[in-house]
């Protein structure tokens, strides 16, 4: 059973600092994984999706990386910003032909301090 | 930028009530999925649907539940009978196509709260 695992559980850091958020899963055998922001309340917000087949992806400051065969990925955010605090969550998605879900990893949760 | 809209972002019940809650995935999207987030828990997926039916269904998704596309815009997702635990945020998401070229696009939710 696929399991998602993202650390640190929560992170503070001071505005302009580069962070790496953590996210490992279980399974390697996947389609697809996918970085979102949750603020306080809100809806999940996509940052970036890397597909199997590729090694990474980047949208302005945020970088995400995968390593399918170790069962990670990473999101990296240059120069933090205080609106940058949020969740972050990290999602994979099975083999296309066996699944319509993603499964979610429980979160990393940053605060970046002015 | 096209997005999914649900109503209502917030929603009061009592135990034993039937709750519909409802979404308007993006106009071109094919598939559509309803997950709920207990608070301080992980994000579950429910339910997903396409041509009109249900395509894969958690274990969470029991009898109590049904998803319905009633018109060729809204998807409901229906509680018959709601438990106290069935209080979550609950999401909307839809894809364009079963390849998720461009990913999923979530809603903005639904907070349920049953007393």
């Known amino acids: 059973k696929q399991e998602v695992t993202q650390i640190p559980a929560a992170l503070s850091v001071p505005e302009g600092e580069n962070l790496v958020l953590n996210c490992s899963f279980t399974d390697s055998a996947i389609y697809n994984l996918q970085w979102f922001r949750q603020d306080p309340g809100k809806g999940l917000t996509s940052l970036l999706l890397?597909?199997?087949?590729?090694r990474e992806q980047t949208s302005g400051r945020l970088n995400a990386s995968l390593d399918k065969s170790s069962g990670r990925s990473t999101l990296y955010i240059a120069a933090s910003q205080p609106g940058d605090s949020a969740t972050y969550l990290c999602a994979v998605r099975p083999p296309m032909d066996s699944s319509y879900k993603l499964i979610f990893g429980s979160g990393t949760r940053l605060l970046v301090r002015p | 930028e096209p997005e999914v809209t649900q109503t209502p972002s917030h929603q009061v019940t009592q135990m034993g009530q039937e709750v519909i809650l409802r979404c308007v995935p993006i106009?071109?999207?094919?598939?559509f999925y309803w997950y709920r987030q207990i608070l301080g828990q992980k994000v579950e997926f429910l339910v997903s649907?396409?041509?009109?039916?249900?395509?894969?269904k958690s274990e969470i998704f029991d009898d109590q539940f049904s998803v319905e596309r009633p018109d060729g815009s809204n998807f409901t997702l229906k509680i018959r009978s709601t438990k106290l635990e069935d209080s979550a945020m609950y999401f909307c998401?839809?894809?364009?196509?079963?390849?998720?070229?461009?990913?999923?696009?979530f809603g903005s939710g639904t907070q349920l709260s049953v007393l």
């Open positions: 890397i597909q199997s087949s590729q």
């Open positions: 998401a839809s894809s364009e196509r079963l390849s998720w070229t461009k990913g999923l696009f």
């Open positions: 649907f396409y041509n009109n039916e249900i395509s894969e």
């Open positions: 106009s071109n999207h094919l598939y």
